[in-house]
Each structure stands twice: as C-alpha cells, then as structure tokens.
C-alpha cells in the first residue's frame, strides 16, 4: 500500500514559478518510479515528469526546459519545480507512483499503481 499527498499548486501569472511537492509512504517498491501528471478539463491525463530511484529523469517534450522533478529519498518527498508557466499548463496535477516502470513507459498513466489526491495549477495571462 502506497499513500501520496500533493501540496503547492496554486494561482500565478503567466511566467510565474511553483513548486510542487507530494509526500510519499508505504511499501518502498511500490515507489520505485514516480512520476507527475497533470489532466485539464475535458482533456486526458497527460505525463509531465517522472524519476526512478537511482535519480533517472524523463520529461515530456511540452515541459522540456521549463519544469523540473527532484527527490528527498530521506524524505520520502517528490517534487516538481514549474518555470515559465504559461495558460496552457494549467490543470490538475497528480503524483504518481510504481514499481518497475520501463524508461520508454514513464509517461504513460496505466504502467502507475498509487495516486494521489491532485493539487490545482493555474496559470492566467
């Protein structure tokens, strides 16, 4: 069993920064691989970032430059760091998380087991 709790999002202007962090627990393996997602309205649930234990990063091209994810393995804590954020990035952000993940898998939502509960992100022009 695996719990993940988000924190951070919130309302910025364009161009502005959040950080976003999701506290993890529970079985170790289950969070071998964690991940962020992000689904707007009427949208489908789309990858952003995610990291492997060993600190391998895979980012979607669309975040590419702009975001950041890191981990507190001591902390049991992920988090994503947001720059230039623009309208279109604002959605619902989850924080995912599961055991062996293929590098070429990272993205896509079914290969996650453990979600969290989402924390909002909007960007305004």
């Known amino acids: 069993q695996v719990q993940l709790v988000e924190s951070g999002g919130g309302s910025v202007q364009a161009g502005g920064s959040l950080r976003l962090s999701c506290a993890a627990s529970g079985d170790r393996y289950r969070r071998s691989v964690m991940a962020w997602f992000r689904q707007a309205p009427g949208k489908e649930r789309e990858g952003v970032a995610a990291?492997?234990?060993?600190?391998?990063?895979s980012y979607a091209e669309y975040v590419k430059g702009r975001f950041a994810i890191s981990q507190d393995n001591a902390k049991n804590t992920l988090y994503l760091q947001m720059n230039s954020l623009k309208p279109e990035d604002s959605a619902m952000y989850y924080c995912?998380?599961?055991?062996?993940?293929?590098?070429?898998?990272?993205?896509?939502?079914?290969?996650?087991?453990?979600w969290g509960q989402g924390t909002q992100v909007t960007a305004s022009s």
């Open positions: 990291i492997s234990y060993g600190g391998v990063t």
């Open positions: 995912a998380a599961g055991p062996i993940v293929p590098l070429d898998r990272r993205l896509v939502s079914s290969e996650y087991i453990s």
